[in-house]
């Protein structure tokens, strides 16, 4: 990363999974809390845990446990304990993969916003095209197993996007998703 061989986990390097993965006997807040607790920076950084529950729409929710909260929810909660390290890069595993189509797309918008002010990298994993399309400023398609790259698109879509313009978009022929080996 950044051209530093990566050898090792580091706060800097977060990864988002497809499950929330938040411990059930934990508040929403001390969830969030747990990277700069473990790291022994909770005590000077305890506003920065308020600043990123605000910033993902959880604010009202701090006492409230995983158990208490919709899928939706859970998964905001999840992004919030990978932001609240600042990292420089943010992998995200299929994070809205297990959301309903709503919530998805509300939380595609979020992810993006989110993005555009906090400024990291993202790497997204997806089998969504539209996701992909929606969320990506690049796109790398790989092959099934062993996984190899079929090809490389840059998305030129301006943000914000318009997922009505994607599906327009993708009607036009774009189907980079289809190429052969």
Do not use: C
């Amino acid at each position: 990363m950044d051209g530093r061989r990566i050898d090792g986990p580091d706060p800097s390097r977060i990864i988002v999974f497809q499950e929330p993965t938040l411990y059930p006997w934990r508040t929403v807040w001390s969830n969030v809390a747990l990277g700069l607790e473990a790291r022994g920076l909770l005590r000077s950084h305890r506003e920065r845990v308020d600043d990123v529950l605000r910033l993902v729409g959880l604010s009202g929710f701090p006492t409230a446990y995983p158990r208490q909260l919709s899928g939706g929810m859970a998964q905001r909660a999840a992004l919030a304990r990978a932001l609240v390290n600042d990292p420089q890069l943010l992998i995200l595993d299929e994070p809205l993969g297990q959301l309903d189509s709503l919530t998805r797309i509300a939380m595609q918008g979020e992810l993006v916003s989110l993005w555009l002010r906090a400024g990291f990298t993202a790497l997204l994993v997806t089998h969504d095209v539209e996701e992909a399309l929606f969320l990506a400023s690049r796109i790398i398609v790989l092959s099934e197993r062993p996984a190899r790259i079929r090809a490389q698109v840059v998305n030129g879509l301006l943000y914000p996007r318009d997922i009505a313009a994607i599906r327009i978009w993708r009607s036009f022929g774009v189907k980079f998703w289809a190429i052969s080996a």
